[in-house]
């Protein structure tokens, strides 16, 4: 089977099985197989792929049309322009948070001390140490899994000089009770904010197979707003912010949860399909 063939019958495979993107996914996927970039298989459409490669190409559309997300069959993710290791341990990162990012870089000085809450895969807090200079981060998850996989990418980065002078520590923790008594220049997160009833809705890739935990915003998907709400003050220094990603239709609801816990300034951000995406607040 030659690259041409090969990705005319990836392509009919997932889009039998209702794949959106199809055509992109089985090319991303024979990229994954062959180590060839795009244009290579544009400009060499008659070469075969070996029987290995076959074999696993084809194992892997399966596992694609059952809605196995594609980043967990790759093992990676490209997220602010750099690839980070995922697993089914993280919550893929996904394009609009890099919304969250770029804002945050907005006022984020170089040489900062970040908090990361729910920091998963660590891509928040190490994209934007990557373009800042000399910050310090810490990012805390509950789960250890997690860590496991946000380590990795720190090592990575930093080996590349990608944390550009910074460096980054994780730690096992529940939000803010892992880092007692210290305080930061930003906080941010992309915390779980799915009701937990509308869960089970969700399309199969973030349904069955991002972490529960990465979701679960409990009854009203505000639980976890409330808590950084409550303590974020008491871990800002002065004239630090907080920003936070949200879903489309929470930011009236986050806006209130900072208002009532003392905050004042307050902005609410769009993301670029014009959904309320970032509240941002300052102390």
Do not use: W
């Not at 029987?51 to 694609?64: D, F, P, S, V």
């Not at 805390?140 to 944390?163: F, W, Y």
């Not at 941010?188 to 969700?202: A, C, F, G, K, Q």
Request: glycine residues 10%; aromatic residues 6%; proline residues 3%.
């Amino acid at each position: 089977m030659n690259y041409s063939v090969a990705h005319k019958n990836g392509t009919q495979i997932l889009s039998d099985a209702g794949i959106p993107e199809a055509a992109l996914d089985a090319r991303l996927l024979l990229e994954f197989i062959t180590g060839k970039e795009r244009d290579y298989l544009l400009v060499h459409p008659e070469e075969k792929l070996g029987t290995a490669e076959e074999k696993n190409y084809m194992r892997l559309l399966a596992k694609r049309a059952e809605h196995v997300p594609l980043a967990h069959l790759t093992g990676t993710c490209c997220f602010m322009g750099i690839d980070f290791r995922v697993s089914d341990k993280v919550l893929i990162p996904r394009q609009d948070s890099e919304c969250l990012v770029e804002e945050a870089m907005r006022y984020t000085d170089d040489g900062s001390e970040i908090l990361d809450l729910c920091t998963g895969s660590g891509c928040l807090l190490l994209s934007l140490m990557h373009y800042k200079n000399g910050c310090r981060g810490v990012g805390v998850d509950i789960s250890e899994d997690a860590l496991i996989i946000a380590r990795e990418n720190h090592s990575v980065l930093d080996a590349s000089g990608g944390l550009n002078g910074g460096s980054a520590e994780f730690i096992a923790g529940d939000m803010f009770s892992a880092v007692p008594g210290r305080k930061f220049d930003v906080i941010i997160s992309n915390p779980p904010y799915i009701r937990t009833d509308v869960i089970e809705t969700l399309m199969p890739e973030v349904r069955d197979h991002d972490p529960r935990i990465a979701l679960d915003g409990g009854a009203d998907g505000l639980a976890f707003y409330r808590r950084i709400a409550e303590s974020a003050r008491e871990h800002l220094n002065s004239g630090g912010f907080a920003a936070v990603e949200i879903g489309y239709d929470q930011a009236e609801d986050v806006a209130k949860i900072f208002e009532d816990a003392g905050f004042s300034r307050i902005e609410t951000v769009k993301d670029y399909g014009g959904n309320d995406r970032v509240i941002v607040v300052r102390i």
